[in-house]
């Protein structure tokens, strides 16, 4: 089958008069092991671009009333190497801002980081300023990435995952 008759197929299927989901429940609360993460990180984490001493860390941070639409919803953010017991001594920490003009979204660029060709955990937190040890207030899930190999490094093998979304208020 080619790929244009079958995204026609997949187009037409949905606006088949009384045509139901494949899934029995309509609503995502019905659904079986459908668990979101945690307000305002609906939408989860990710991270990108890696370089050796680098990588983009990636949120959205939903603001949850109008004054954080009008001064922006605040995230703290840490990074860890391996193995990851607790959320202390991370290896770089900070700041940022979700804006409208960014569709809330907060990405970072967590550089110098110490070590090419190097997995690390990394988690986002919301509406407040992490400290030394106490961490307050919402959580994102833990993420995991890992650093590029370095430049002169010709035997390694580096796998991608790739997806894209869209702008929920442009479309």
Same mark, same amino acid.
């Given at each position: 089958?080619?790929?244009?008759?079958?995204?026609?197929?997949?187009?037409? $299927? $949905?606006?088949?008069?009384?045509?139901?989901?494949?899934?029995?429940?309509?609503?995502?609360?019905?659904?079986?092991?459908?668990? +979101?993460?945690?307000?305002?990180?609906?939408?989860?984490?990710?991270? $990108?671009?890696?370089?050796?001493?680098?990588?983009?860390?990636?949120?959205?941070?939903?603001?949850?009333?109008? =004054?954080?639409?009008?001064?922006?919803?605040?995230?703290?953010?840490? #990074?860890?190497? +391996?193995?990851?017991?607790?959320?202390?001594?991370?290896?770089?920490?900070?700041? *940022?801002?979700?804006? =409208?003009?960014?569709?809330?979204?907060?990405?970072?660029?967590?550089?110098?980081?110490?070590?090419?060709?190097?997995? %690390?955990?990394?988690?986002? %937190?919301?509406?407040?300023?992490?400290?030394?040890?106490?961490?307050?207030?919402?959580?994102?899930?833990?993420?995991?990435?890992?650093?590029?190999? *370095?430049?002169?490094?010709?035997?390694?093998? #580096?796998?991608?995952?790739?997806?894209?979304?869209?702008? +929920?208020?442009? $479309?």
């Amino acid at each position: 089958m080619n790929c244009l008759l079958l995204v026609v197929l997949m187009a037409s $299927g $949905g606006m088949v008069k009384g045509s139901k989901s494949p899934h029995p429940a309509h609503n995502m609360d019905e659904i079986p092991n459908f668990y +979101p993460d945690p307000a305002p990180f609906h939408l989860g984490v990710a991270s $990108g671009d890696p370089l050796p001493d680098s990588v983009i860390l990636w949120t959205r941070a939903t603001p949850r009333n109008n =004054d954080e639409i009008i001064s922006g919803t605040n995230v703290s953010w840490r #990074i860890w190497t +391996p193995p990851f017991t607790s959320e202390e001594n991370p290896e770089l920490q900070g700041d *940022a801002t979700g804006t =409208d003009s960014t569709d809330w979204t907060i990405k970072i660029d967590a550089s110098p980081l110490s070590r090419s060709n190097q997995t %690390y955990y990394y988690r986002f %937190y919301f509406g407040f300023r992490v400290n030394a040890s106490d961490i307050y207030g919402e959580r994102s899930r833990l993420g995991r990435t890992r650093t590029a190999p *370095a430049a002169n490094v010709t035997d390694g093998i #580096i796998t991608f995952a790739h997806t894209t979304c869209v702008s +929920p208020k442009t $479309g």
